[in-house]
């Protein structure tokens, strides 16, 4: 038992990074694209991280109602989901609405200066 991860490294690296993590992220991007709240990938993130600690349990013989790793998990496919969204939301605010915004940065953009092409 780690302080990330229940079983092995491996099991963590498949299940909560791979498989969630993807999930997590296209999550995050159907947010975006959909223009929804940040707030609203809590709940889609809550139910996605019940659904890898059973894919733990039932695979891999992990703790389904471990409080412990429950939050964990939750807290890293929220990191991960919040990223896919803030990606896909600074590409859409830079192509939606390129006379007032320019990218800073892969997570965010800023207000374009006056008279920049």
């Known amino acids: 038992m780690g302080f990330l991860f ?18 997590a992220w296209m999550t995050g991007r ?17 139910l996605l991280t019940f659904a890898v600690r059973f894919l733990d349990f039932a695979l891999f013989g992990g703790t389904l109602l471990s409080a412990y790793y429950f939050i964990v998990d939750f807290i890293i496919l929220l990191v ?25 940065g892969p997570v965010s953009w800023r207000d374009r200066k006056p008279g920049a092409a």
């Open 80 to 104: 991960i989901g919040y990223l896919g969204m803030r990606v896909t939301r600074a590409g859409q605010m830079v192509k939606q609405y390129p006379w007032l915004y320019e990218r800073a």
């Open 30 to 46: 159907a947010i975006a694209l959909s223009w929804r709240p940040a707030w609203s990938l809590f709940f889609y993130l809550f």
């Open 6 to 23: 229940e079983e092995t490294f491996g099991v963590f690296l498949l299940l909560q990074l791979v498989l969630g993590g993807g999930a």
